[in-house]
């Protein structure tokens, strides 16, 4: 997602135009995230019809912490594909904003930082009505349009010399927030681990 923001802040890093291309990108990233929390409810109504919640919570929990695990050795599960850097030129911006939302709202699709968005889809498969998965998901699209919104303007204040890269400080943005997921990650699963046994 870093490398999508650069046409929007070529030259003075100055946001041009910008509120356009991340509302298509929101509308994509929306769209992206309510097919596959479709694809979550129906898999939730299989789930929830086969096994208690208490099943399912020792199930999650123990999903998560095995996640966990995988992600502490730097090895997430996931796609080992990005979105495509040839949309823009392709396809034409508008498009381009739209599929790449898209893209990345589906979640599975590209790379992973961390497992928390394999946890978050388990807990909405075992816990949310499978009619309201898909509304649940797509609050993963408006968060991944407040994120690209934020890094357009962060990008865009960047004091990075027009030769050196301007995705750098991104990326140690993206370190600190896979961080802080796999931390997350680590409690929640703990957290739903702890409350199945004891209840």
Not at 29 to 43: E, Q
Not at 77 to 98: E, F, K, M, V
Not at 160 to 187: K, N, W
């Given at each position: 997602?870093?490398?999508?923001?650069?046409?929007?802040?070529?030259?003075?890093?100055?946001?041009?135009?910008?509120?356009?291309?991340?509302?298509?990108?929101?509308?994509?990233?929306?769209?992206?995230?309510?097919?596959?929390?479709?694809?979550?409810?129906?898999?939730?109504?299989?789930?929830?019809?086969?096994?208690?919640?208490?099943?399912?919570?020792?199930?999650?929990?123990?999903?998560?912490?095995?996640?966990?695990?995988?992600?502490?050795?730097?090895?997430?599960?996931?796609?080992?594909?990005?979105?495509?850097?040839?949309?823009?030129?392709?396809?034409?911006?508008?498009?381009?904003?739209?599929?790449?939302?898209?893209?990345?709202?589906?979640?599975?699709?590209?790379?992973?930082?961390?497992?928390?968005?394999?946890?978050?889809?388990?807990?909405?498969?075992?816990?949310?009505?499978?009619?309201?998965?898909?509304?649940?998901?797509?609050?993963?699209?408006?968060?991944?349009?407040?994120?690209?919104?934020?890094a357009v303007v962060a990008q865009s204040r960047s004091t990075t010399p027009e030769h050196g890269s301007p995705g750098i400080g991104l990326l140690r943005a993206a370190g600190q927030v896979r961080l802080v997921s796999v931390a997350f990650l680590g409690v929640v699963s703990l957290v739903i681990v702890s409350s199945a046994?004891?209840?």
């Amino acid at each position: 997602m870093i490398g999508v923001i650069g046409p929007l802040v070529k030259g003075k890093r100055e946001l041009r135009g910008s509120v356009a291309p991340v509302a298509l990108f929101g509308v994509g990233a929306v769209a992206g995230a309510i097919v596959t929390g479709s694809l979550i409810g129906v898999l939730g109504a299989v789930a929830q019809s086969l096994a208690g919640e208490r099943t399912l919570a020792l199930v999650v929990g123990a999903t998560g912490c095995a996640l966990l695990l995988v992600d502490l050795r730097l090895r997430t599960p996931s796609l080992q594909r990005q979105t495509c850097s040839t949309w823009y030129r392709d396809r034409g911006a508008r498009r381009a904003w739209a599929l790449w939302g898209f893209d990345l709202g589906l979640g599975f699709s590209t790379i992973r930082l961390s497992s928390l968005y394999w946890l978050t889809a388990l807990v909405v498969a075992a816990f949310v009505s499978p009619f309201l998965a898909p509304l649940v998901l797509a609050f993963y699209g408006l968060g991944l349009t407040a994120a690209f919104a934020a890094a357009v303007v962060a990008q865009s204040r960047s004091t990075t010399p027009e030769h050196g890269s301007p995705g750098i400080g991104l990326l140690r943005a993206a370190g600190q927030v896979r961080l802080v997921s796999v931390a997350f990650l680590g409690v929640v699963s703990l957290v739903i681990v702890s409350s199945a046994a004891w209840s």
